[in-house]
């Protein structure tokens, strides 16, 4: 059974551009959420969806956004990219809305795309 | 304050010992979950508790929801078991997820 598989694994990209980052879940599973981690704040929630609708959102601005296809594949778009905005984004998926915010134990996370903005 | 603490950001202990790394929060949560996350990146969840306690091959996680506090223990420490150890929950008011800052394990052989 394949795993969650987020891509690219690694981008460059320059200030004030645009960046989408795909995640595709596990087989079956209809929840995907996404995380940004940095160095300095850590673990983030970005936000949550679940059978095409967002479910759940962060405390980040509306430059970050995100869609969920029909075949649960989702994508994360981050507009006009700052600085700040370098730092592993993760995603992981579960067979269930989150009851949790997201996050159950059956949840599997993808590798991360690793995003530097220069 | 963050939300939720832990504790020691850093451990470096000897194969065999007996780890416990500790999580503190300040908010009303209904759950906690324990995460491993390898260097590359990849998070592994290990445990999703709202009381009492979980066991699984060598790890233990335990919960206390009054004291707002939960531990994971690892019996038999081994090398493999480095990584970064990380806890989270949703918060009671609004159903975010909140995340430690994280310990990073280093067991040396």
């Known amino acids: 059974k394949a795993g969650v598989t987020q891509t690219p694994r690694y981008l460059i990209k320059t200030r004030g551009q645009q960046v989408t980052l795909s995640c595709s879940p596990i087989?079956?599973?209809?929840?995907v959420s996404w995380y940004q981690q940095t160095p300095g704040q850590g673990l983030q929630f970005l936000f949550e969806?679940?059978?095409?609708?967002?479910?759940n959102k962060g405390n980040f601005p509306g430059r970050f956004s995100g869609r969920q296809f029909s075949n649960s594949r989702s994508e994360m778009n981050v507009s006009t990219l700052e600085l700040g905005d370098s730092a592993l984004y993760l995603c992981?998926?579960?067979?269930?809305?989150?009851?949790?915010?997201?996050?159950?134990?059956?949840?599997?996370f993808g590798q991360g795309t690793r995003l530097t903005v220069v | 304050k963050n939300e939720v603490e832990q504790s020691p950001q850093n451990l470096t202990a000897q194969e065999g010992e007996f780890i416990t790394i500790n999580c503190s929060y300040s908010?009303?949560?209904?759950?906690l979950h324990w995460l491993q996350q390898h260097p590359g990146g990849g998070i592994v969840s290990l445990f999703m508790?709202?009381?009492g306690k979980k066991k699984h091959g060598r790890l233990i996680a335990t919960i206390n929801i009054q004291e707002k506090h939960s531990s994971l223990h690892i019996t038999a420490s081994h090398p493999r078991d480095s990584a970064v150890y990380i806890c989270?929950?949703?918060?009671?008011?609004?159903?975010?997820?909140?995340f430690g800052k994280g310990t990073r394990l280093h067991i040396l052989p």
């Open positions: 989270a929950a949703p918060r009671g008011r609004d159903d975010k997820i909140i």
């Open positions: 908010v009303g949560i209904s759950a």
């Open positions: 969806y679940f059978s095409e609708t967002q479910r």
């Open positions: 508790l709202s009381s």
């Open positions: 087989s079956g599973h209809r929840s």
């Open positions: 992981a998926s579960s067979t269930k809305q989150g009851l949790y915010g997201g996050l159950e134990t059956e949840a599997f």
